[in-house]
């Protein structure tokens, strides 16, 4: 089952001290100094569940803290290895045993779940690579693709990554490419403008705009309008939205739960601003309705919404219902995923079991944290999701039909169903989601049986053990 309680650990030897009392602190009004730290505590969340069925904490949980990477003491508890490549997630946590935890994560899985839905096998392959991230590849191609940026000659793709990343995941989510411009001026406009909102300025975030849609129309499996790619999904989305609100202003989207087949709506009712004073403050509100009249005049007044006779919900906002469908979706797509995974790690004897949407983790000695034995589970989950699939394309269908995304929607229900026939299951890529990569100082023999015995049984350790005996390699220093 879902774990409700870990164990927050001491981090004397690798962590901001500071940083950890203060967290301590707050758990259980503990005494702030280095000697008062116990070894560990335990801690527990409240969850909520979304409309699209993701759990969220609602108090301090693995996923407040950071799972990238960092060079670390490590202590026996790990093997004895001198240093090591590990995250602060991987540090603050325990199981409620006191057991490390390990497990892995569905790299770019948003993307991924799209490739399939949207039967995208070029950009399925592609993510399938080893170490493959969309962002990198994003920035490579935006400077081969010679996008007009506001970097030194020859532009560095590292420099980059950071801004396509953002880039990526709001395109996904029904952002807007001026918006996105607008946030990374620095670097998606080129030249210098002392002074914002003029014309000079924008024109050049207008052209900037362009650039960029351009270029994102140039990547195959993004494609432009009518090539029925990623692109004709965010526009096909934006339509579900349209046609939803000429059926029924109040009604927004509904789709089916392919897991617990239940129905879930995205309606984001039409709201404004309203200010009032409460005790000498200004407290502003956003109700439903909004306002009438030119501001600043006797004429100016806020018109309340009318609700639904029969259902009481109040008038939807289009622009943020077209947003809304897209991530949605995937969020919907996610959760089943995520579930399916839980469910089976359930079935493996998983005792504890933490969730983070697309990372799963459980004690590092338990067989379910082995390479084989998750690749199994992560390839069964698969099948069930892919075979899942089917209220989602009738939701589409349903919305889409009549418009001139139908004939695409209803090629992608049938090339689907081609692929359940042939039973063609998606193979999700996954990483681990630590990384023991040893650097120096180097170990000693007997230090090096022990790494190989603990670590090498998790699949962690093939691509290093060579480096290790063999010497310094790139990631010394």
């Known amino acids: 089952m879902r774990t409700d309680a870990l164990l927050l650990r001491a981090s004397r030897d690798f962590c901001d001290l500071d940083a950890y009392r203060e967290i301590r602190g707050r758990v259980e009004g503990l005494p702030l100094s280095r000697e008062g730290l116990p070894e560990s505590v335990l801690i527990k969340s409240r969850f909520f569940r979304d409309q699209e069925g993701r759990f969220h904490a609602d108090n301090f949980w693995p996923s407040r803290s950071s799972g990238q990477r960092i060079r670390s003491w490590v202590r026996q508890g790990y093997g004895r290895i001198p240093w090591a490549w590990v995250s602060t997630r991987h540090i603050w946590f325990a199981d409620r045993r006191g057991e490390q935890l390990a497990g892995y994560d569905v790299s770019s899985s948003q993307t991924q779940i799209l490739a399939v839905v949207l039967g995208l096998t070029d950009l399925e392959k592609m993510l399938k690579r080893p170490g493959f991230k969309i962002y990198r590849y994003l920035a490579e191609e935006a400077i081969s693709w010679r996008l007009p940026l506001n970097l030194p000659s020859p532009p560095n793709p590292a420099k980059l990554m950071a801004v396509m990343k953002d880039l990526w995941v709001r395109v996904l ?62 526009r096909a989305s934006e339509e579900v939205a349209r046609v939803a609100m000429a059926r ?54 806020f018109i309340d919404a009318i609700p639904h006779a029969v259902t009481g919900d109040y008038p939807v906002n289009l622009r943020k219902l077209k947003q809304a469908v897209a991530p949605g979706v995937i969020h919907l797509l996610d959760a089943f995923f995520n579930a399916l995974v839980v469910r089976r790690l359930e079935h493996a004897g998983a005792a504890d079991i933490l969730a983070l949407h697309d990372c799963w983790m459980t004690a590092i000695d338990r067989p379910v944290s082995y390479p084989r034995e998750f690749e199994a589970i ?100």
């Open 248 to 301: 029924d202003p109040y009604a927004g989207v509904s789709f089916i739960d392919p897991l617990a087949e239940t129905v879930v709506r995205w309606n984001p009712p039409r709201r404004n601003r309203w200010r009032l004073n409460c005790s000498g403050f200004q407290v502003a509100l956003k109700l439903p309705g909004g306002w009438t009249g030119k501001k600043g005049t006797p004429k100016r007044r």
């Open 378 to 477: 992560i390839a069964v989950a698969g099948r069930e999701w892919l075979l899942g699939l089917g209220p989602v394309y009738d939701a589409l269908d349903g919305y889409l039909e009549g418009t001139e995304y139908g004939p695409w929607v209803r090629g992608l229900r049938e090339g689907w169903e081609r692929r359940c026939r042939v039973e063609r299951w998606p193979v999700f890529r996954v990483e681990p989601t630590i990384g023991v990569v040893p650097t120096r100082p180097w170990m000693t023999p007997e230090q090096l049986d022990k790494f190989e015995a603990l670590w090498k049984r998790a699949g962690w350790l093939e691509p290093y053990v060579s480096r290790v005996k063999g010497g310094p390699g790139p990631l010394d220093g």
């Open 173 to 234: 989510y029904g952002g807007h490419l001026r918006e996105i411009v607008r946030d990374h001026f620095d670097v998606l406009v080129p030249g210098t403008f002392p002074k914002k909102f003029t014309k000079r300025y924008n024109a050049a975030i207008e052209t900037a705009e362009g650039d960029l849609r351009a270029f994102l129309e140039s990547i195959l499996w993004y494609g432009k309008p009518g090539e029925g790619k990623l692109s004709d999904f965010l």
